[in-house]
């Protein structure tokens, strides 16, 4: 058995991870719930998808999340002439030496912005989401392995819009997270206006962290600990969502196992060591309404996932304390 941790050192975690949340908060103003979850599935080793309009922040918010955490970062600007290999690397033959050296792609990196993922082609994109799912890359059967922490944060525009190639289903489930930044309120755009009016915040931030910071913050999330009640709980949520009569298909297991390692990153930023209710309930829309597909008839009567869900977990009952 693994020796639990003492409770000091979940506080420096909480207290760590709310000291990234403020550095990016000087540039990502107003949106602290949806940095709080990029976060969140920073430390659980998962990947974000945004999707959302031009213009809210999305890659500020890549950069921001780099910059606090000295991590590198790249950022691939996803076009239709792009190409497997400016993502994976290639291998180029070197004149000098007589033999082929490889030339690592924009996957390098700790933190990696794939910008307007769906205006690339699906072959492009799935050069970019196999290096996800292995955390490796595979040239000329030769395999490279991408750092830790290692961080994809993709970007698309709403589908309605021209020019785009919507993500698969298969493809959309290998993100942990599928987030909305949303317009900022008044208040919140008239103090964008007074900070970067001028200049970018983002160039006076300092980094918080290191990469072997965020590496053992990542270790001690996977030890905290998620009672049975808690992890059928989970299972309940994504079984309701099969069998759901508006649900064409319905959660895979990886969204359970999705959900779950989520719930603990959730819980460590609170500073505890264990999972509650309230931990897998906030998660639920983020983590799975990019995981269901609803039928026709349910879509063209104004159903959404996200109504779905929350349908859901009116009905699945919670876990009440000292019952299994």
Request: include cysteine; proline fraction near 6%; charge should be negative.
């Amino acid at each position: 058995m693994v020796a639990r941790r003492e409770p000091e050192h979940w506080g420096r975690f909480a207290t760590t991870l709310g000291s990234i949340l403020d550095n990016i908060k000087q540039v990502v103003q107003g949106k602290e719930h949806e940095i709080k979850l990029a976060l969140a599935c920073l430390v659980a080793e998962g990947h974000l998808l945004i999707e959302d309009v031009p213009g809210v922040g999305k890659t500020m918010l890549a950069k921001s999340i780099a910059r606090s955490i000295d991590c590198s970062f790249r950022r691939i600007q996803f076009t239709p002439d792009l190409l497997p290999t400016d993502i994976t690397g290639v291998n180029v033959f070197n004149q000098e030496r007589g033999d082929f050296e490889f030339k690592p792609g924009a996957i390098f990196a700790n933190i990696v912005l794939g910008d307007e993922i769906n205006r690339a082609s699906p072959k492009t994109q799935s050069a970019l989401l196999e290096s996800m799912e292995e955390r490796q890359v595979t040239i000329d059967t030769v395999t490279y392995q991408l750092g830790t922490p290692f961080m994809v944060i993709a970007t698309q525009n709403p589908i309605e819009h021209e020019g785009t190639y919507p993500l698969p289903e298969a493809q959309l489930d290998r993100f942990m997270m599928r987030l909305s930044i949303g317009y900022p309120s008044v208040e919140s755009e008239a103090n964008i206006l007074d900070t970067h009016g001028v200049s970018s915040t983002l160039d006076e931030i300092e980094p918080v962290t290191d990469a072997p910071g965020v590496a053992e913050m990542i270790h001690m999330v996977r030890e905290v600990h998620v009672a049975q009640a808690l992890r059928r709980y989970i299972v309940s949520l994504s079984d309701a969502s099969r069998k759901h009569p508006d649900v064409y298909l319905g959660a895979s297991p990886r969204a359970s196992i999705m959900l779950l390692r989520a719930s603990r990153a959730m819980a460590a930023t609170e500073g505890r060591d264990y999972v509650i209710p309230d931990d897998i309930k906030e998660l639920v829309v983020p983590v799975m309404s990019h995981r269901i597909l609803l039928s026709a008839d349910a879509a063209m009567g104004g159903r959404t996932p996200k109504s779905v869900l929350a349908e859901l977990l009116e009905q699945i009952p919670v876990p009440v304390r000292g019952k299994t």
